[in-house]
């Protein structure tokens, strides 16, 4: 499931923003090296859960064990986000947002998905530069293409795997509904979300990310034992 995506025509840059972020010396050097001995330190164990996941995708569904989509990045440069695939193939023409009990979803990636597992592969875009653990969740390139210049911010600093926003609103699909997922999410969810993103970006520090890495731990772990009970 490959989205075809120019990404020559994108290339607006905000080096305004680089001077105003809280700690730019945290932000462009400790942290990277951060994510880097991170992401090292976590392979294996990822890939130990990651390679049953695959091989339940690929034996379930027809299509690829990873589904890879165009996302606006650190310093506006667009990346390709890698998640496991959870929709039939071809779901994305018809709607971005996902809807509550989307039946584009497939048996898996229902369960892929409520428990977060569905983002693991994203430990290689961290160690390939894309990506933060910690950082704004990456969004579609028709979002960031009209960010406002408060906005911009959002660009300065790397996406992440999760975010305040992340936790605050991890039952997106539950807030979008089933009518019209794609409309509600850019009513009543998308403005929420950057005005949280701006904050995080003007406000990002060691200490901030660890809370934010902790919150998250706890969300995912209570969502899977939801789940289990």
Known sequence: MKEKTTFSALGRTFPHWEGTLAHPLYSKVFKRVLD??????????ALI????????????????????????????????????RTMVVGADRFSGTTAL????????????????????????????????????RPELLRYTTRYTP????ILW??????????????????????????GNYEKLILERKNNMRVQYATTQSFGRDFRIFIQTIHSVLSKIFSMLH
């Open 36 to 45: 880097l001995i991170g992401a090292l330190i976590l392979l294996i164990p």
């Open 157 to 182: 600093v790397r996406p992440g795997i999760s975010d305040p926003a992340s936790i605050e609103l991890i039952n997106l699909d539950e807030l979008v509904g089933s009518r019209d997922p794609q």
């Open 150 to 153: 408060q906005q911009e911010c």
């Open 101 to 136: 009990a989307d039946p584009r979803t497939t048996k898996i990636g229902r369960v892929l998905r409520y428990t977060k597992l569905d983002e693991l592969p994203q430990i290689f875009n961290i160690l390939m530069g894309d990506m933060s653990f910690i950082g704004p």
């Open 49 to 84: 859960i990651m390679l049953p996941i695959a091989a339940i995708i690929k034996c379930s569904s027809k299509g690829s064990i990873l589904y890879r989509a165009p996302r606006g990045g650190y310093r506006n440069k667009p990346f390709w986000i890698l998640k496991f």
